[in-house]
């Protein structure tokens, strides 16, 4: 729910009714890619103690560093306030779920009107998921390295690929494109220049299309993705 601006600032509304994702840059450089169908709202200019941002879909963010002035996503009644750092929120308007996966940073994830207090706030490191129900308040978190090293090794060194998703942990970037090649059957071009040491930790489910997740991952490394005819392309 959007609360009153009282600064005279213009609120801005973003709507993805494509079919792709949709990159915005926001007025502090933070970044935002929101999935199809969602909608992004913020006041701007920002106010001056905090960057208030607010989510019906999916989208991911990664955050540009202000101590000053801490950033907070607000879907489906609850809030997730970082300083600097990169997230995925899912908040579609007819689940009683959301999540919240962290990929590097900190995060603190709160309920936004909780007067009886009935919602402990819940921290969250990197790799960690939050997944809680909006109606019960039940939550839980699961963590990607965890999960990556009770499974047994798969050919794929440090990602595991169960049946109902992928999890990624420090997995070196050609390790992930072949994982998602197999899961999606697809074709990833890149050169091993442009990912030369780079690695992601973290979980997505197999109903997530190959192209979002290859954004969150471009997004994380400061590279481009772009759709071919034969497949995605990823280069710097």
């Avoid at 935002?32 to 006041?43: A, D, F, N």
């Avoid at 070196?172 to 697809?186: G, K, M, Q, S, T």
Wanted: hydrophobic letters at 40%; proline letters at 3%; charged letters at 20%.
């Amino acid at each position: 729910m959007l609360t009153e601006n009282t600064n005279k600032s213009v609120l801005q509304t973003i709507t993805n009714s494509t079919d792709k994702v949709m990159t915005t840059r926001l007025t502090d450089s933070s970044v935002v890619s929101l999935e199809p169908g969602s909608i992004l709202q913020y006041y701007k200019p920002f106010e001056k103690n905090k960057r208030q941002i607010y989510l019906s879909g999916i989208a991911f963010f990664k955050v540009a560093k202000n101590k000053a002035k801490p950033f907070i996503v607000t879907a489906s009644g609850f809030n997730t306030i970082a300083l600097g750092t990169s997230f995925r929120i899912t908040a579609v308007k007819q689940s009683h779920t959301m999540l919240v996966q962290l990929f590097t940073g900190k995060v603190v994830v709160y309920k936004s009107d909780d007067k009886n207090n009935l919602f402990k706030n819940v921290y969250l490191e990197p790799s960690q998921t939050m997944e809680v129900n909006t109606h019960t308040l039940v939550s839980f978190v699961t963590d990607a390295n965890k999960h990556a090293s009770a499974k047994p090794k798969a050919k794929i060194s440090s990602t595991v690929i169960p049946v109902n998703g992928l999890t990624f942990s420090q997995t070196l970037l050609p390790e992930v494109f072949i994982a998602l090649e197999r899961r999606f059957n697809v074709t990833i071009f890149y050169t091993q220049k442009d990912v030369a040491n780079m690695n992601f930790t973290g979980k997505f489910n197999v109903t997530e299309n190959p192209e979002s997740i290859l954004n969150n991952i471009a997004l994380l490394n400061s590279l481009k993705v772009s759709k071919t005819e034969a497949g995605y392309k990823i280069e710097r």
